[in-house]
């Protein structure tokens, strides 16, 4: 009889190894169209401007984030599957009172397995922790595999701006989307 062995997820604060496992890991998606985002209506009705599917890379920085692994007012998390890191949040507290998550990457083998769903778990108890009132964040209208996950743990639309990314390139469709969730008992357990 062959026992399988399921690997353990822990998730644990960004040590030495945090720019290692960023160079080694993979955290492309595909593009396949751009959303019309409408707020108020579930990310299944948006209407989708189709594109030639094309591979879209952010270029994660580990340098951007190392000073939050030191800092009171946010972190940096990695997701391990046994010894292998698989997924990172970086969650700070935001100007406006909010926790922010500034960056969730899973890498590409190991999606759809839940651990993005867990990094937001730990992200929630965070900001719990620190008696934030709810939790923000930002992805694109290009990125709808994160804006279905973001919908379905319960995030909502809280505003959207197409202008954000026209310095970068001015015939760009790609727009910021700001989803939030609000703690119903104001972050405080």
Same mark, same amino acid.
């Given at each position: #009889? *062959?026992? #399988?062995? =399921? &690997? ?20 492309? @998606? ?11 209506? &579930? ?6 401007? %189709? *594109? !030639? ?11 951007? @984030?190392?000073?939050?692994? /030191?800092?009171? /007012?946010?972190? *940096? ?6 010894? /292998? &890191? ?11 009172? @909010?926790?922010?998550?500034? !960056?969730?990457?899973?890498? =590409? @083998? %190991? ?24 939790? #923000?964040? !930002? ?11 973001? !919908? ?7 505003? *959207? ?7 970068? /390139?001015?015939?760009?469709?790609? %727009? ?5 969730? #609000? ?7």
């Amino acid at each position: #009889m *062959v026992t #399988m062995v =399921t &690997p353990t997820l822990n998730i644990r604060v960004a040590d030495e190894c945090f720019e290692d496992y960023i160079l080694n890991s993979e955290f492309t @998606f595909t593009v396949t169209g751009f959303a019309q985002v409408q707020i108020g209506t &579930p990310v299944a009705q948006w209407r989708i401007e %189709a *594109v !030639e599917p094309y591979l879209k890379n952010y270029n994660i920085d580990s340098d951007e @984030f190392c000073n939050y692994r /030191d800092g009171g /007012d946010g972190t *940096v998390l990695v997701a391990w599957l046994d010894e /292998d &890191p698989v997924g990172h949040i970086v969650i700070s507290k935001h100007w406006n009172g @909010f926790a922010h998550i500034d !960056e969730l990457a899973v890498d =590409t @083998f %190991a999606r759809r397995s839940g651990i993005a769903r867990k990094l937001l778990d730990v992200a929630q108890f965070w900001s719990r922790k620190h008696h934030l009132p709810g939790i #923000m964040l !930002e992805t694109q209208n290009n990125n709808l595999a994160a804006c279905r996950l973001y !919908e379905s743990y319960g995030f909502v639309v809280g505003g *959207v701006d197409y202008l954000r990314y026209r310095a970068i /390139d001015p015939a760009t469709q790609e %727009a910021a989307i700001f989803w939030y969730l #609000m703690l119903d008992d104001g972050g405080i357990r």
